[in-house]
């Protein structure tokens, strides 16, 4: 199993600045995953974050939105970039088990909530 | 369409009763299916797969490819089975695609 952590664990944030939350993981993982909860909902993919090259955005997020880093094969950070109150949710971070890929390890959470 | 589906948004039983969480799925192709749990102040995590055909924590998941359906089901549920339940499906790029999870609630 992976080990999963993240930063921060909870933010209260202004309208219109911009956060950024880490993942940390305890073993070498080729894909990481950035998902989002919002308030009273399921998960939903953001992108996919491969070390070495660009994220891969889903539909309805963008890289100037949410920009991801992935310097390594054990760390990655998302930033949610000039935030209003709809970008309040649950941001984790997850990797898929290492060799067979047949489950998906997740971190904690970062609860962000914007006045 | 790749989506997941989950009925209920609250399930609420007595101790001992049987539940079924529903999900049913869509998606063109061979799915993978998944459960996964999220206990009070923990972290969401696996339950079980449709591919290991396993009964963890007593509860067992049948993936019925004529109806899309891939429900989960327990006899005998416990007070320490309430939790968020959330069906998934993994498509073949090797996404997840979560279902709106359900609520049980056991009641003792």
């Known amino acids: 199993s992976a080990v999963i952590s993240q930063k921060p664990s909870r933010d209260i944030c202004q309208r219109g600045t911009s956060l950024t939350i880490q993942c940390q993981v305890d073993s070498q993982v080729t894909m990481m995953f950035w998902y989002r909860q919002q308030p009273g909902q399921s998960l939903t993919l953001i992108a996919t974050a491969n070390q070495g090259s660009e994220a891969t955005y889903e539909s309805g997020f963008v890289i100037d939105k949410f920009p991801i880093s992935r310097p390594n094969l054990t760390f990655s950070t998302l930033t949610v970039s000039n935030m209003s109150p709809e970008d309040s949710s649950i941001y984790l971070c997850?990797?898929?088990?290492?060799?067979?890929?047949?489950?998906?390890?997740f971190g904690p959470g970062t609860r962000l909530t914007v006045l | 369409a790749q989506r997941v589906t989950q009925p209920e948004k609250l399930l609420s039983v007595f101790k001992g009763a049987p539940v079924e969480l529903k999900c049913n799925y869509s998606y063109s192709g061979s799915p993978e299916l998944f459960w996964y749990v999220q206990y009070s102040r923990q972290r969401l995590q696996l339950l079980l797969r449709h591919i290991s055909r396993e009964s963890i924590k007593g509860f067992t998941a049948d993936l019925n490819k004529g109806e899309t359906s891939f429900h989960l089901k327990k006899p005998f549920a416990q007070e320490e089975d309430s939790a968020m339940y959330y069906c998934a499906l993994r498509n073949q790029g090797g996404k997840l695609i979560f279902g709106q999870g359900t609520e049980l609630s056991v009641k003792p």
């Open positions: 997850s990797v898929p088990e290492r060799f067979s890929y047949n489950e998906q390890f």
